[in-house]
C-alpha cells in the first residue's frame, strides 16, 4: 500500500489541519443535537409519566415514527423540505429569493429530534426503575416537587440513565456524518473532499473512521467516569 | 392537498420497495451469518481480540464512511481491480450490500453475545452428558435457547437495518429513499415526497415491531400462556 502519509499531515501539502477542524465541527454538530435531543426528550418523558391522555398520545407517537423512520430521510426532510418551507413563506412576505436553510440547522434539528426520541425511552424508564417508596418519602417529608427531583429522583435515576446515555451519544456523533448530505463540511464531508482532490481515497476515508473512533473512544472513556462517580455517591448512602 | 400527485409518488416509490427489502434481509443473513462466526472464535484468546477489535471498529464509525470506504476506497487497489471479486466491487449494490452485512455483524454479533451468556450453563452440561457433540449442543441446546433470549434486541436490529439500507442511495442506487431523492430534484416538492417515503419506511418497521412481538409470544408460551 503506497500511502503517502505526508497528505495527512500538517504540512503545506497536507490535509492535518483542515480534517482536524472538520472533526471539530463534527463534535459541534454532535453536542448541539445532542442537547436538544435531551431537552425534547425531557420534555416527552414528561410528557408520558405526567401528560393528559391526549398529551401522552402525542408523545408516543413521535417516538413511533421518528425511531421508523431513516435518519437519512429525516435529515433530507429538513433541508430540502426546510427550504421548501422558507421559500413559500419568504415568498408570501413579498421577499425576492434564492432561499436556503443552513446544513447545520438542518442537521442539528433532525438528528436532535431523531435523538430525542430515543433519549425519552431511556429516561423514562430510568425514572421508572426509581423506587416508589424513595418518593413517597420525599413527599412525606415536606419536599417540595423541585426539591424532590433534584434530590431523589435525578441522583436515583441517572445511575440508570447514564450508560444508556453514553449509548445515545455514540449514535449521535455517528448519525452526524450523515449531516454531510447537505454539504456542511464536518468530518465526513472533509474526507470524500480529501479523497475527490488527491484520489487517495481509501486513505483518506480511514483517517475519517481514525477521527471518528477517536472521538467515539474518548467519549467512551468519559461516559465510564461519569457512570463510575454516579455509583460513588449510591455506595455511600447520600449524595 | 394535491391527492392524485401524492398517490402517483407512492406507487412510484413503491417501485424501490424491493430493493429496499433485498437489501435488509440478505444483510441481516450476512450479517448473522459473520455475527455467529465471531462468537464462536471468541473461544480462543486470539479470536476474542479480533472479534473484539472488529466490534471497536465497526461500531465505532459511521456506516457511510463503511460504504464510501468499500464502494469508492477499495478501487484505489490495484490488486483489488485485478481480482476476480473485482466484477462484484465495482457494482454499488454489491458493495452496499458488503458495508451492511459487514456492519450488521457487529451489531448482532453484540446481541448474540448477550443472548449467549444468559445460557444456563447446566444445560450445555446436560446435554454433553448425555452424548451430544459439540455441534449438536449448539444446534438444539445453545442457540434456541440464546435466540429466544435475544429476540427483543434483536428486533430492533432488524429496524435499524431497514432504516441504515436508506444509505444505499448515496452510492447511486435507487432504493426507496433514491428514488425519492430522485423525484425531488425532478420535481422540488420536497415535503410531500419524502414524507411519502417516511410513510412506506413507518409501515414496514411497524411491522417488524409487530412480527417480533408475535414470534416472541410464540416461542416462549411457558411466558405469555400457550397461543390459542
Known sequence: MGFDWALLGFGPEGWGLVLARAGGMTLVVSICAFLLGLVLGTLCAWARIAGSRWVQRLAIGYTVVLRGVPDLLVIYLFYFGGRQVVTAVGTALGFEGPFDISGFVAGVLAIGLISGAAQSEVLRGAYQSVPTGTIEAGRVVGMGRLTLFRRVIAPQALTTAIPAMGNQWQSVIKETALVSVTGLVETMRQVSIAAGSTQEHFMFYLAGAVIFLIITSLSDIVFRIAERRSLRGHQQGHA | ?228
Open chain 2, 1 to 228: 392537498m394535491d391527492t392524485a400527485f401524492l398517490s402517483g409518488i407512492f406507487l412510484k416509490l413503491l417501485t424501490g420497495l424491493p430493493l429496499t427489502l433485498n437489501l435488509t434481509v440478505l444483510s441481516l443473513l450476512g450479517g448473522g451469518m459473520l455475527a455467529l462466526v465471531l462468537n464462536l472464535i471468541r473461544a480462543s484468546r486470539l479470536g476474542n481480540a479480533v472479534a473484539s477489535t472488529y466490534v471497536f471498529v465497526f461500531r465505532g464509525t459511521p456506516l457511510l464512511i463503511q460504504i464510501f470506504m468499500i464502494y469508492y476506497g477499495l478501487a484505489s487497489f490495484g490488486f483489488v481491480r485485478g481480482s476476480v471479486l473485482w466484477p462484484f466491487l465495482r457494482e454499488p449494490y454489491w458493495c452496499g450490500l458488503l458495508a451492511l452485512a459487514l456492519n450488521d455483524a457487529a451489531y448482532t454479533s453484540e446481541i448474540l453475545r448477550g443472548g449467549l451468556r444468559a445460557v444456563p450453563q447446566g444445560a450445555v452440561e446436560a446435554g454433553r452428558v448425555s452424548g451430544m457433540g459439540r455441534f449438536l449442543v449448539l444446534r438444539r441446546i445453545v442457540l434456541p435457547l440464546a435466540l429466544r433470549q435475544a429476540l427483543p434486541a434483536y428486533s430492533n436490529e432488524v429496524i435499524s437495518m431497514l432504516k441504515a439500507t436508506a444509505l444505499v442511495s448515496t452510492i447511486t442506487l435507487l432504493d426507496v429513499t433514491g428514488l425519492a431523492r430522485a423525484e425531488v430534484s425532478a420535481t422540488y416538492r420536497a415535503v410531500e415526497i419524502f414524507l411519502c417515503a417516511a410513510v412506506i419506511y413507518l409501515a414496514l418497521s411497524l411491522l417488524v415491531t409487530r412480527g417480533a412481538g408475535w414470534l416472541e409470544r410464540h416461542l416462549s408460551p411457558y411466558k405469555f400462556g400457550t397461543p390459542a
